[in-house]
C-alpha cells in the first residue's frame, strides 16, 4: 500500500520524538531540535579555497573514507600544505591529470598513518582523483558567490532542483548523487537531504519507499515526507539519520564521544505496528 500524507506526518512525528523518550543521558528534545536547525551549521564559506574544502571534507563521508582519509591525517584541512592552501588553479596547474603525484606528495609531505593501497580504486587513489575532478569544478566559478547564484538558479525551480546534485556527480569524480546532496545541504541548502543508508533502511521498512529504488526516489521520498509534516527535507533527514547515526557530533560529553548508538531497528519495531494501523495494513 502506498504511503499517504498521514503516515508520512505520522512518521515523521515518532521519529521526532523517539530519541528524547529513551532517557538517554543528554538526550534532549532541546538537543535534538539544534540539530535540526540550519543554523547549526558551519558558516558558508566565502572563498573558492573555502568551497574546494567542503567538497574535499564532503568526499571522504562515504563508506570508510573518513577514518582512512581524515583520520589518518588529522582531518583534511593538512592537505593544504600540498594542495597550496586550497587553491583550486594551482593544483590544476601543478597536477594536472596525474592522480599518483598528488598522492606521492601527500605521503611525503603529509604522511598519512596506515598501509596505503595504490590500486586505482583503492581509497586514497580514489581519492585523489576527487582532489583533481573537484579543483576542476572549483574552477569553472569566478567567485564563490558566482557558485552561489548558479544553485540558487536550480534551488529556485522543484522540478530542476534534483537535476543539481546529478550534474554534480559526473562532474566530481567519487561523488555520487547522496554525497552531492550532502554537501549542498551542509552549505545550508535545506531542500536537499541526503539519501543516506539510515534513512534508507527506516523508510523502506516502514513502508515510505519501495524497496529497491535508487538514491533519487529516496530522495523524492524525503521531500514527500517533509512537506507532509509541514518541515523542511533538512528536518526530516536529521530526524532519521539521527535515529540510525546516534551521533552527536557537536556534544563530544555525550555518549561515548557524541555517539549514543544505533536506534535504527528499535525505532521500526516501534513504528511500523502504529503506521500499519494508519495505512490499514
Known sequence: MKPTADSDKTAYGLARGYLPRLNIAGVTD????RYLNPASLKPRPTTKQGLYLRILES????????????????????????????????????????????LDDIVKTVK?????????????????????????????FGTADEFYSWVDFFDRDDRARPSLPMLISHEIEGFGFALSCDFLKELGYVDFPKPDVHLRDIFTALGLLPDGEDDYQLFKAIVRVARNANVTPYNTDKT?????????RDDLHIGNNGRVGNHKQEFILYAKPILGKIKGL
Open 59 to 102: 568526499a571522504q563521508n562515504a563508506n570508510m573514507k573518513a577514518g582512512v582519509i581524515g583520520g589518518s591525517i588529522g582531518g583534511v584541512g593538512k592537505l593544504a600544505a600540498v594542495l597550496d592552501d586550497f587553491e583550486p588553479e594551482a593544483v590544476r596547474q601543478k597536477y594536472g591529470n596525474d592522480w599518483q603525484s598528488i
Open 112 to 140: 598519512p598513518r596506515g598501509q596505503i593501497r595504490r590500486t586505482p580504486r583503492g581509497i586514497w587513489p580514489h581519492y585523489c582523483q576527487t582532489i583533481l575532478s573537484a579543483a576542476a569544478f572549483v574552477q569553472q
Open 30 to 33: 532541546t538537543l535534538v531540535e
Open 240 to 248: 532519521f539519520w539521527l535515529i540510525g547515526s546516534g551521533y552527536f
